[in-house]
């Protein structure tokens, strides 16, 4: 059978790749997984495809003996913490999350509100192959409807005190669920808010969903029109964010991360951040300020998860602006990521342009490069030899380090290509270091 499960849950181009026949298996496979009893949360994004996925997997689990609560329309952070608040035993959320309105997904969360480990998905993958297990008419799973938006946002209200300063902010959620939420939470966390693409659109005609530099110009373009004090963006499903200072200037989702966890850490004790091998130096910088320590994973969500609950870890995230607070929830949350971004801010006088210059600058250049899937292993052998003598990781790729830097090459779990991340205090350096991995990423490619 086909892997189905990627990166991060199942997704695909709906009707071709990802069907409603997938969804009612993902969905019995669930029930079966679960001993065909138990209670599931399940949420979904606003993307067209919605309701008929959910119907079909909802169907599903009703088949294999599972209750569903349905929670209709709701960002990605909201499912996780729904899981826990109406103690289910599992959780779904149907989104593609930054992928095009084609595209949906269907990922799965245990009863801690994080996503399902890789073991678990291969259980998944197995049930359905081997067959799922459906009950008896009369044993058959019923749903009910809930409503979870307005708990969530009253226990992130009882974590996060007003806001001194009356600041101005650009809102963009992308048409996407991230409305339901982020905008009237900002205000009455004391934000002067203005939205922009914030009516819900299941094609997402206001800008590409993912939360990178060019897709966030118009949003640049109106913090600096309207004056304001900084801009938000949020993904598909709002698990990410990205901020834009005054001057219009994306602040990347490493610098996000960063000062996050420098203004939610600040009272602990030698803490830990937990971070990938994709991420930028500044999370070191970071950690030294604190008295901490940086420990770096494969990239995910779900490696990060599976870190802290096998070490322990107080923060952790990603260069994409996907932030984990574990003492609040076991997932990405952009919405909590903006609210502390925003409190870290408010605590200064400065503007946010200011604020992002009190760490260390970096200049990071990001490539890649097509590679058929059968030579990533030799690529990968290649460049390691080329490089035995720098200091180097192997946890996900190729990071190697460099006194005015590091590179990584790190082939793709899900596309025919390697991708070619540089990082250096300066321009130039980061170049030619991204020059350098290219080059040899090249010949290890036309060796192999």
């Not at 118009?218 to 004090?229: H, I, N, P, Q, S």
Request: charged share 30%; net charge neutral.
């Amino acid at each position: 059978m086909p892997k189905l499960f990627g990166t991060f849950g199942v997704r695909g181009i709906v009707n071709k790749e990802l069907t409603i026949k997938t969804a009612l298996e993902l969905g019995q496979a669930l029930a079966t997984d679960l001993g065909n009893r138990g209670r599931v949360a399940v949420g979904r994004d606003n993307r067209t495809s919605g309701v008929m996925l959910e119907e079909a997997l909802v169907a599903g689990l009703n088949s294999g003996g599972c209750d569903a609560v349905r929670l209709g329309l709701i960002p990605t952070p909201v499912l996780s913490f729904a899981t826990r608040y109406f103690s289910c035993d599992a959780g779904v959320m149907i989104t593609a999350s930054h992928n095009p309105a084609e595209y949906n997904g269907i990922k799965f969360w245990d009863c801690d509100g994080a996503g399902f480990q890789r073991w678990r998905e291969e259980k998944i993958e197995r049930i359905i192959s081997r067959g799922t297990k459906m009950v008896s008419w009369c044993d058959i799973g019923h749903f009910e409807s809930a409503e979870a938006l307005s708990h969530y946002v009253a226990a992130i209200k009882k974590r996060v005190p007003k806001f001194r300063r009356e600041l101005k902010v650009v809102l963009d959620c992308a048409n996407a669920v991230g409305n339901l939420v982020t905008p009237g939470l900002l205000r009455e966390l004391g934000c002067k808010v203005i939205s922009i693409n914030g009516q819900l659109d299941g094609t997402f005609p206001g800008r590409k969903l993912e939360t990178v530099p060019e897709n966030l110009k118009e949003l640049a373009k109106t913090v600096v029109g309207c004056k304001a004090d900084l801009g938000v963006a949020h993904d598909g499903d709002a698990d990410r964010t990205l901020i834009v200072d005054e001057r219009g200037e994306i602040i990347s989702g490493d610098r996000v991360f960063a000062h996050v966890a420098l203004h939610y850490l600040g009272e602990k004790t030698r803490p830990k951040i937990l971070t990938t091998v994709a991420t930028s130096s500044v999370l070191e910088d970071v950690a030294t300020k604190l008295g901490g320590e940086v420990v770096r994973t494969k990239v995910g969500e779900p490696e990060l998860v599976e870190e802290f609950r096998k070490n322990g870890g107080d923060i952790a995230g990603e260069e994409n602006g996907g932030v984990i607070f574990p003492d609040w929830l076991l997932c990405r949350d952009g919405i909590m990521t903006a609210v502390q971004f925003i409190a870290a801010l408010d605590k200064t006088e400065m503007k946010a342009s200011e604020f992002n210059l009190t760490l260390p600058v970096y200049f990071q250049v990001k490539k890649r490069l097509e590679c058929p899937n059968d030579k990533k292993a030799k690529v990968l052998e290649r460049l390691t030899k080329r490089f035995s003598d720098h200091r180097i990781c192997r946890e996900d790729g190729l990071r190697i380090e460099f006194e005015e830097g590091w590179l990584l090459l790190r082939p793709s779990g899900t596309e025919p290509i390697f991708r070619c991340f540089a990082e250096a205090k300066t321009e130039k350096q980061a170049k030619k270091i991204a020059d350098l991995g290219m080059k040899e990423l090249k010949a290890a490619i036309r060796q192999s």
